[in-house]
């Protein structure tokens, strides 16, 4: 079967500032179609200023208690690997290293070698 997806868009106005979307997948039945309508905006209430919040000592080692706390179940859902994975990938960035360390090298050979030619 071919996804197929149709989309009905009306012209915004001043009058009416939302658009209807009309969304239709083919499938063994025509009827089944979704109408999504735009999401309303909603009223965020502001905080009233006649509380005062004075500082609390408490405030910060709470944030870095949470911090770590954070940090620590974090690290506990790492897939770490083991010695065998770990060698590997330890002697695999030693070898590209040494690859690119012998090409530049000879590169800046070939670069002296041809720069002596030129100035002679």
Not at 9 to 15: D, L, N, P, Q
Not at 86 to 102: K, Q, R, Y
């Amino acid at each position: 079967m071919v996804a197929k997806s149709k989309k009905q868009t009306t012209k915004s106005s001043a009058a009416q500032p939302a658009t209807n979307i009309t969304r239709i997948k083919a499938s063994d039945s025509p009827e089944k179609s979704v109408v999504k309508q735009p999401a309303k905006p909603t009223k965020v209430a502001k905080k009233s200023s006649s509380h005062k919040k004075g500082f609390n000592i408490l405030r910060p080692l709470k944030a870095l208690g949470a911090y770590f706390k954070g940090a620590w179940s974090e690290l506990k859902q790492v897939h770490w690997p083991n010695r065998q994975a770990t060698w590997g990938m330890t002697s695999a960035v030693l070898l590209f290293t040494a690859f690119f360390i012998v090409l530049i090298l000879l590169l800046d050979m070939l670069f002296k070698y041809v720069f002596q030619l030129i100035l002679g």
